[in-house]
């Protein structure tokens, strides 16, 4: 049996952005009707190389064949109508447009500049059909979806122009475990139209399940490739970051003391409705749940960015009250935002910068900056994370996604807090540098800080928490060690079938 000519082949891509090389000689080969995932570390060129494929980016050298013939989109736009559309991890929409509005934008019946309102609802309608979501209301504004919903309307609206590849840039890393089934039901379908679809993500049991076959970066150039099936994780990991990573979960001993923090019946409605908890110094407490069991929410109550219509949060040490952000870091309390947009990264300042900036705290004292701590801060940050960069000089808009979010935790642990809360700290992290942030919370908590995760990877939960608790519609049910868990009993109280009255008693 011969293989399949290849859909896209791409040989010898080189990139440089000034004195970065980016990319520096990839080959990638994609069969119609696959999944290919295309996996490496943060920086390793993933992105950069989707960039070109889908026209964002021009390559310095190298060539690219689509359905045998010669492939150089000049735009996105240009690359969409040649066949191979993008899904960015930011969506693409018009958030006050309707859904359909959204799907037909930019399509070739569109090009008159004017919208046939009912050919435009049933291309969009047959598009959704297409992937199994006839469903969805076509004239609800798409900025009134879910996140899960969203990613459907920008995937029906990249199957307009019957693509040939279909690429997803970490694209369930803010779904929850149900949408992302629904997800790979969606792109099992396409596959089975006979699109390429590539497939980019840190979740490497997530590529095994539904990836054919695999390529993996490496420092901007193809590592190797393969069939998935066969290839053991440790393999691929061992292809990424050429080393084994052998215990990801590492424990640094350490024994949790003093209570340092309580919330007490904290509820902010409609998303965070009932939550009581405490945290000892040196603790690991993890926040499990679905994405809207207020997590967030609580993190935020938390550290003073939202109110309370009920309920305390009670600093051991601070002052009782209503508390600000600001306060609260000063309080010792500091926080790491799931959004990394938020976050508040100056992107265009020097990762230096941002490591001693923040919006809690000026530069330094009398607005000096002080650049000797700076650099220091950005050199022992810069090898502790292995922040992939030139130099602490560089800006922060130039790193790759899983870099940025580095600087963002860095830059919260240059904070001498005692109290640390992390929502989300690792999404977008590749599995080699999970592992260091892990240790780096372990020796936190051996220090005797006192640390809160919220995050949606149960085996992150499972590996590093002293202690969990599980959030289902608001309330946070039920909070006990670690080793009274497992994913099936956490999925069970998350899903709402849990043991509410077993909640109760840890109040
Ligand atoms: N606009 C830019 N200017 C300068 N350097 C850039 C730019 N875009 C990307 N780079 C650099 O190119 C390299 C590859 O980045 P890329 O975003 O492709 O990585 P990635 O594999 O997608 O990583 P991640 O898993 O973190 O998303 C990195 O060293 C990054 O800093
Ligand atoms: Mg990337």
């Given amino acids: ?200 993500s840190h979740f490497l049991e997530e590529c095994r399940r539904i990836a054919d076959r695999f390529t993996v970066l490496k420092d901007g150039e193809t590592a190797g490739c393969g069939v998935m099936a066969g290839t053991p994780l440790d393999r691929i990991v061992n292809l990424m970051t050429g080393r084994e990573v052998k215990d990801l979960y590492a424990r640094t001993a350490h024994t949790p003391g003093e209570v340092v923090l309580e919330a007490e019946e904290v509820r902010n409605c409609p998303r965070l409705r009932r939550a009581s908890l405490r945290l000892r110094a040196g603790e690991i407490l993890g926040l499990a749940g679905l994405i809207g069991a207020g997590r967030t929410e ?49 992107l265009a300042r020097p990762i230096a910068d941002n490591l001693t900036a923040t919006k809690f705290a000026a530069l330094g004292r009398g607005g000096w900056i002080d650049s000797g701590r700076q650099g220091a801060a950005a050199r022992r940050w810069i090898t502790e994370l292995a922040i992939r960069c030139r130099d602490g000089a560089q800006p922060v808009g130039e790193l790759s996604g899983g870099n940025q979010q580095k600087v963002a935790i860095a830059r919260l642990l240059e904070h001498p807090a005692r109290i640390l809360l992390l929502d989300e700290p690792t999404r977008g992290i590749d599995v080699g540098s999970k592992a260091q942030i892990y240790q780096l919370i372990g020796r936190l908590a051996a220090e005797g800080r006192a640390v809160i995760v919220v995050s949606s990877y149960l085996p992150e939960l499972l590996g590093l928490c002293d202690t969990i608790g599980v959030m289902c519609r608001g309330e946070l049910v039920e909070v006990r060690p670690r080793s009274e868990w497992n994913e099936a009993a956490i999925m069970r109280v998350a899903t709402g079938g849990g043991d509410a009255a077993a909640g109760r008693r840890e109040g």
Avoid at 86 to 97: D, F
Avoid at 313 to 328: E, K, L, M, N
């Fill in 1 to 200: 049996m011969t293989a399949p000519a290849p859909v896209l082949r791409l040989a010898g891509i080189r990139k440089s952005f000034g004195a970065t090389r980016a990319l520096r000689g990839v080959s990638l080969e994609v069969t119609a009707g696959e999944v290919h995932a295309l996996i490496g570390e943060n920086g390793a060129g993933k992105s950069t190389l989707m960039k070109i494929l889908s026209g964002a980016h021009a390559p310095d050298e190298g060539t690219m064949e689509l359905e045998g013939r010669p492939y150089r989109p000049t735009s996105p736009h240009d690359a969409r109508l040649t066949g191979v559309a993008m899904i960015y991890q930011e969506l693409n929409l018009a958030l006050h447009l309707t859904a359909w509005e959204n799907i037909v934008l930019g399509a070739e019946s569109a090009r008159a500049g004017w919208l046939n309102r009912r050919a435009g609802r049933e291309r969009a309608r047959g598009a959704l059909a297409q992937l199994g979501h006839e469903c969805l209301d076509l004239d609800r504004p798409a900025g009134s979806f879910g996140i899960a919903e969203q990613q459907v309307i920008e995937i029906a609206r990249a199957l307009l122009v019957r693509p040939r590849v279909l690429i997803l840039d970490e694209p369930t890393s803010s779904l929850t475990q149900a949408d992302a089934a629904r997800l790979f039901d969606v792109l099992a379908r396409l596959r089975a139209q006979g699109v390429a679809i590539i497939y980019i």
């Fill in 298 to 346: 609580l993190v935020r109550a938390i550290f003073g960015l939202d109110r309370l219509e009920s309920g305390a949060v009670r600093i051991v040490g601070a002052p009782p009250g209503r508390a600000t952000p600001r306060d609260r870091w000063a309080q010792g309390v500091g926080f790491v935002s799931e959004d990394r947009k938020e976050e508040g990264l100056m």
